[in-house]
């Protein structure tokens, strides 16, 4: 077949060239071969694009190219010719993947297409499991109602984040990957030496990723029995058994007990966590660092909620932030201040 051989050093401006022209071959490999890139056409080209090229008909061979297994590139790719094309303009693009399983936003207008789907997602991911999406996070547990979708019809797996594995079953406790960044921009944060609370440990991941690389005390607090569970395993999978105090049951009520006075505590739980601001800053020493999140189009709601809870102590902002999108115009928003 036919290939266009071009100088090493020009061959990636002259295939970006091609690419935009759709005229690379693209079933087939590129060839080096002696200082030269044998790139295969799919066409032949014209003397004024050669000429742009600054080559000529000599630079047109004849050559045999091994074959490539094209992958597709997203998931819209493995639907394509298989739903209507209007519709998987509608797909969302962003999907969870938590260890094998991969979890799914399907609109209600595809829900005849939802297997179809489904099978697409599991070869697209070569994971083990696909779950749909069939209602919001609901409560202080943190649950959400899954439905099987594809692959093998299990719900517990283990996940793997900065070096540290989390076991959980997705049906009955909360785990987002998506959080994954603002749990190492946390770790960055904690020093050695500090005592930390984690009001809504879930599963882990917060005290699990400091604990592995900070010197710290963490209390790591969840009112879900099954989330207790496997915190108290991932503690042991983790090694950090020394540096992590799982605690089941309420949090408020869990700190007004043990009127335990800290360094930092962290509140991810932004559907409710503002009905804890009172008791968690009661809890912070002077000086502490709190991090709050919250479900908000903006941080004016946020700030006036912990100015409140902490008058007449003074609050120092240290930093705001849009974590990731909740739904249009809506935000999980991270603040952290120091209660002075």
Known sequence: MKGLKVPKQKANDIRKILLKQSIINLDFKIKQENGFVIIPLNENLDSNLLKKLCLDLENIVNCEFEGQKRVPKSLKHYLKNKIDEKKIEDIRGSFDIIGEIVILEIP???????????????????????????????????????????????????????????????????????????????????????????????????????????DVKIYAIDINPYAY??????????????????????????????KLQVDRIIMNLPGIAYKYLDTAVDSL?????????????????????????????????LNKRKVKSKSPGKWHIGVDVQIL
């Not at 919001?136 to 649950?143: H, P, Q, S």
């Not at 569970?229 to 009520?253: C, T």
């Open 108 to 214: 209600e207008d595809l829900e005849d297409d939802k297997y179809k789907i489904g099978e697409a997602a599991l070869k697209f991911t070569k994971r083990q499991a696909v779950f749909r999406k069939n209602s919001e996070i609901k409560g202080v547990r943190r649950t959400r109602e899954l439905e099987h979708l594809a692959g093998s019809n299990i719900s517990e797996t283990t996940h793997q984040e900065y070096g540290a594995r989390f076991l959980m079953d997705v049906k009955n406790v909360y785990f987002s990957p998506r959080l994954a960044t603002e749990r190492y921009r946390i770790l960055n944060l904690v020093k050695d030496g500090e005592t930390i609370i984690d009001m809504f440990a879930g599963v882990g991941p917060f005290s699990i990723v400091i604990a592995r690389s900070k």
């Open 285 to 317: 020493k002077i000086g502490g660092i709190l991090h709050y999140y919250e479900f908000a189009s903006d941080f004016e709601g946020a700030l006036k909620r912990i100015k409140k809870a902490a008058y007449p102590r003074k609050v120092e902002i």
């Open 229 to 258: 569970d496997y915190l108290k395993k991932n503690i042991e999978l983790n090694k950090v058994p020394e540096k992590i105090i799982p605690v089941l049951g309420d949090a408020s009520e869990y700190l007004k007990l043990s």
